[in-house]
């Protein structure tokens, strides 16, 4: 039985990402009764509220309170935890730009397991972890079974486990930013620098129609600006749609392009690769239209569509026009 469970809250200025509330979840999944401790960095007053925050999901949040830490510099957090985690210590992260930065280098120092991309557990005995885990854009299903005697990381799709919503777990804070040692790195921080907003702006948009690489053909967009237009959406898109120059980079859905918030988000030919997920927020209602019954955006999707876009879209469209 490997060591203490630790999910790392990821927020920006004090704001925690979805993904906070969904790692205590997932490690309950295999730790049904271990008290999993929450780690939170950063500098100043946020960070205080936020640590409050978490004591609803956590039974226990170690806060670090550091300049060096003001912003989620990766290789800063790698050598906090190197030096504050126990011996053995399961730590989770989600699965985004900032857990792919930071966990592998991370196992490499404690010499534990990494595990990335992960959508399920299916047990754990003795310290055989079995996992199910993604690999090839989410086109591949792969089942793991590893030892974690010397502790693990792991990363977990953002998403895929419901948010830690009871509130019930009455936990308390504590303060270790005197334990945080050494955090000199060579890494610096320079500056944020905002996406380009365009014509649309997609964070801001209740109901996205989001057409992937299934479209085709650029001629074929009309038919999603169709239904966008019934609907009284506004069209999105994955990141080969732009690389294909069919629309702006400021329509990209993704862990490089926007994060949206929508409530309602239709994936129409998007195969649901992690970076294209990972930049969708707020746990929308997502319908996803795509022909191959097993592609990975249906293990997300509330309603699922398995057929051609191209005939079902205009279907949708005319139905929606006849009922208003
Ligand atoms: C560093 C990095 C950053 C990245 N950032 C992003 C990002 O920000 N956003 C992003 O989207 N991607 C990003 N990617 C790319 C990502 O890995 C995927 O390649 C991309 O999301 C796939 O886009 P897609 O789902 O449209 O295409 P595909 O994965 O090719 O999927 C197309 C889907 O359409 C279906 N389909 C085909 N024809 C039809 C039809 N007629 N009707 C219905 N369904 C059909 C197929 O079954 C398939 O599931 C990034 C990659 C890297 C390496």
């Given at each position: 039985m490997a060591g203490q469970v630790f999910a790392y809250i990821t927020h920006k200025a004090g704001k925690a990402d979805d993904t906070a509330l969904e790692l205590v979840k997932a490690a309950g999944?295999?730790?049904?009764?271990?008290?999993?401790?929450?780690?939170?960095?950063?500098?100043?007053?946020?960070?205080?509220?936020?640590?409050?925050?978490?004591?609803?999901?956590?039974?226990?949040?170690?806060?670090?309170?550091?300049?060096?830490?003001?912003?989620?510099?990766?290789?800063?957090?790698?050598?906090?935890?190197?030096?504050?985690?126990?011996?053995?210590?399961?730590?989770?992260?989600?699965?985004?730009?900032?857990?792919?930065?930071?966990?592998?280098?991370?196992?490499?120092?404690?010499?534990?397991?990494?595990?990335?991309?992960?959508?399920?557990?299916?047990?754990?005995?003795?310290?055989?972890?079995?996992?199910?885990?993604?690999?090839?854009?989410?086109?591949?299903?792969?089942?793991?079974?590893?030892?974690?005697?010397?502790?693990?990381?792991?990363?977990?799709?953002?998403?895929?486990?419901?948010?830690?919503?009871?509130?019930?777990?009455?936990?308390?804070?504590?303060?270790?930013?005197?334990?945080?040692g050494d955090l000199t790195v060579g890494r610096h921080f320079l500056e944020i620098v905002a996406a380009e907003v365009g014509d649309v702006d997609i964070t801001k948009e209740d109901v996205l129609v989001s057409v992937g690489r299934g479209i085709e053909d650029q001629d074929n967009i009309e038919i999603a600006n169709e239904l966008a237009e019934a609907m009284g959406a506004v069209v999105s898109c994955s990141r080969p749609i732009v690389d294909a120059k069919w629309l702006e980079k400021p329509r990209q859905v993704g862990t490089s392009g926007q994060t949206v918030k929508p409530k309602v988000y239709l994936a129409l030919g998007i195969s649901g690769s992690f970076q294209h997920m990972g930049g969708l927020k707020g746990n929308p209602f997502i319908v996803a239209v795509n022909k191959n019954p097993k592609a990975p955006i249906f293990q997300v999707a509330d309603v699922g569509v398995v057929d051609d876009l191209l005939e079902f879209v205009p279907v949708l469209t005319e139905k929606i026009q006849e009922g208003k």
């Open positions: 999944k295999i730790y049904p009764d271990a008290a999993v401790t929450a780690i939170v960095t950063g500098s100043g007053a946020d960070l205080d509220a936020l640590c409050n925050e978490m004591t609803a999901s956590y039974k226990e949040v170690w806060k670090f309170d550091n300049d060096a830490l003001a912003y989620p510099n990766a290789e800063a957090i790698r050598k906090l935890l190197v030096n504050v985690l126990p011996q053995d210590a399961v730590v989770f992260f989600g699965h985004d730009t900032f857990g792919m930065d930071l966990g592998p280098g991370l196992s490499i120092k404690l010499d534990s397991v990494f595990l990335p991309d992960v959508v399920d557990f299916e047990g754990l005995e003795g310290d055989s972890l079995k996992v199910i885990r993604q690999e090839y854009s989410g086109q591949v299903s792969t089942h793991v079974s590893c030892n974690i005697s010397a502790g693990a990381v792991i990363n977990v799709r953002p998403g895929v486990f419901q948010p830690d919503e009871s509130g019930s777990a009455g936990g308390q804070v504590v303060d270790k930013s005197s334990e945080a």
